[in-house]
């Protein structure tokens, strides 16, 4: 698994990218979360779909919208970026669409694409 920090004027993005499935449930997503965010700071983070488990996908097992709570507690904004063209679950498409119009969690095709979701994606101050 890598982790590139990009500094910018709006925001530290962090990208996460490799070849090997890095979050597999809920615990090993607020892990990697907590890492990023302790070794470079970025609370926004891109993350390559190839680091997800497929089950990640299947909204019934409830991993999605786990991950998606917590990554909201803990006020960490990610966008996940690949191709999602193969997925016909309609459930799925909704999940991406509802996510897509909100301001914490996104599904794009590419890192740029995510980059700039996450830069655009403002900070809710409590």
Aim: a negative charge; one cysteine or more; hydrophobic letters at 40%.
């Amino acid at each position: 698994m890598n982790i590139e920090l990009l500094k910018n004027q709006k925001a530290n993005i962090a990208v996460v990218s490799g070849d090997s499935i890095a979050i597999t449930d809920v615990q090993s997503a607020l892990d990697l979360a907590m890492t990023v965010k302790y070794e470079t700071g970025a609370e926004k983070i891109a993350i390559d779909k190839k680091v997800i488990c497929e089950e990640f996908f299947i909204l019934s097992t409830g991993i999605a919208g786990e991950i998606l709570q917590k990554f909201i507690n803990y006020h960490i904004k990610a966008a996940i970026y690949g191709d999602f063209s193969r997925y016909t679950s309609k459930p799925l498409k909704d999940f991406i669409y509802e996510s897509n119009n909100g301001n914490d969690f996104f599904f794009v095709s590419t890192k740029e694409e995510a980059i700039q979701k996450l830069e655009q994606a403002e900070r809710l101050c409590i």
